[in-house]
């Protein structure tokens, strides 16, 4: 039986390729800092993060002189979900946050942004959509609360609206009269890309989330990347990462493949 996750365990069966990950994790970083990390050689460690890359664990994108990698969510939350179901999850989830605070170990805050010129976010993933581009960018632009909806919005928010031209207010309605804010369109090319400059929600930052739609055969890949500078507060990024994987991967992905509503506006 073909097993579209064989990749991810074999990668994952190496405990230099897992402490990679842990690294990741904790932020994106060039292939330099990787190999800092370890008393190997560059080489090998280029070796490691190339198998990552195959198993789609790692993405990896060339700015200026240096190749950045990202940890990718996608395959980990794929084997959560065959594991685990939604109720076992949350029980195992009690268990673990038991034996952390009985172990003293509870990392309670982010890792902060002490370092000015150090990004409080930095994410990228890649999600197959099976569906054409257009269709995607109908869903990003003219239906956001379908499928973008709580906890990733306030507790009085009852619709998300983007206006999708230059200047565009993507924002929450609360109520007849009230709302927030949420980002700006900076960029804007129907069925090839958005691009939002805004909080998001995401602490006090000022961030860009730009979505990169690319045909591919009978889909289309969505490269995603959110970018921000400023105060995060008390989550991490593979916090806010594990976040956009649920919204696009699971919520996007499914509104557009099989009209599932899970947004605010949704049915279900």
């Keep these: 039986m ?6 991810a365990w074999k990668a994952l069966s190496d405990g230099t390729r897992r402490r990679i990950l842990d690294l990741l994790h904790q932020r994106p970083m060039t292939t330099g800092s990787i190999a800092g990390s370890f ?5 090998a460690v280029m070796k490691h993060l190339a198998v990552l890359a195959r198993a789609g664990l790692v993405l990896s994108q060339k700015r200026g002189r240096e190749r950045w990698h990202y940890l990718n969510f996608v395959p980990l939350r794929q084997i959560y979900e065959r594991w685990l179901d ?18 003293g170990n509870v990392q309670m805050t982010a890792v902060r942004n002490d370092d000015r010129n150090r990004l409080a976010i930095d994410i990228a993933e890649e999600i197959a959509i099976a569906a054409p581009p257009g269709d995607v960018f109908a869903a990003l632009t003219a239906e956001p609360g379908a499928w973008w909806g709580k906890p990733y919005t306030s507790d009085g928010a009852t619709a998300l609206v983007l206006e999708p031209t230059i200047g565009g207010r993507f924002y929450e309605r609360w109520g007849r009269d009230g709302g927030a804010l949420l980002a700006q369109v900076s960029k804007i090319l129907p069925s090839r890309r958005l691009e939002l400059t805004g909080r998001l929600h ?5 961030g860009v989330a730009d979505f990169i739609l690319e045909p591919a055969g009978d889909e289309t890949l969505l490269r995603f990347t959110h970018r921000a500078v400023g105060d995060i507060g008390d989550i991490s990024t593979g916090m806010i990462g594990a976040a956009w994987q649920i919204l696009l991967g699971q919520q996007l992905k499914g509104f557009v493949e099989t009209g599932e509503r899970r947004g605010i506006d949704g049915s279900s």
């Design 2 to 7: 073909n097993d579209e996750l064989a990749p």
């Design 86 to 103: 939604p109720e076992r999850g949350r029980w195992a989830e009690a268990l673990v946050g038991l034996k952390r605070r009985a172990e």
């Design 202 to 206: 995401f602490g006090v930052v000022l």
């Design 39 to 43: 008393e190997m050689s560059r080489i």
